[in-house]
Nanobody, 114 residues
Framework: QVQLVESGGGLVQPGGSLRLSCAASGSIFSVNVMGWYRQFPGKQRELVATMTSAGSTNYADSVKGRFTISRDKAKNTYLQMNSLKPEDTAVYYC?????????WGQGTQVTVSS
C-alpha cells in the first residue's frame, strides 16, 4: 500500500520561506510523477509543481521563480517555497501518479500572514 506523508507546513510572514517534504512508502513503480497541489477554501485543488522520475518539471505560473520542486532517490519529494505571499495560503497536498493510479497525502496547512 502506497502512503504519502507531508510535513513542513506552518505559519510564515510574507516574504518568508518554507520547505515542504513528502515521504513516500510502499511499492512504487520507478516511472512516475510526483507533485504538489494546493487547495484554497471553497476551491478545487490546483497544480503547484510536478516532477517526473526522469527529472522534468512543471510549475504553475503563479509560483514560477519562487517555488522549486525536487526529489531524492529515497522516494521523497520536496517543495522549497520562497518569497511567500498571503495568496499562497492554502492546504498543500503531495501527489503521486503511477501508470493508472493516483495517490494523495493528507495535506499540510501553509499560512502566510503578518
Amino acid at each position: 500500500q502506497v502512503q504519502l506523508v507531508e510535513s513542513g507546513g506552518g505559519l510564515v510572514q510574507p516574504g518568508g520561506s518554507l520547505r515542504l517534504s513528502c515521504a513516500a512508502s510502499g511499492s512504487i513503480f520507478s516511472v512516475n510523477v510526483m507533485g504538489w497541489y494546493r487547495q484554497f477554501p471553497g476551491k478545487q485543488r490546483e497544480l503547484v509543481a510536478t516532477m517526473t522520475s526522469a527529472g522534468s518539471t512543471n510549475y504553475a505560473d503563479s509560483v514560477k521563480g519562487r517555488f522549486t520542486i525536487s526529489r531524492d532517490k529515497a522516494k521523497n519529494t520536496y517543495l522549497q517555497m520562497n518569497s511567500l505571499k498571503p495568496e499562497d495560503t492554502a492546504v498543500y497536498y503531495c501527489n503521486l501518479k503511477v501508470i493508472d493510479r493516483e495517490y494523495w497525502g493528507q495535506g499540510t496547512q501553509v499560512t502566510v500572514s503578518s
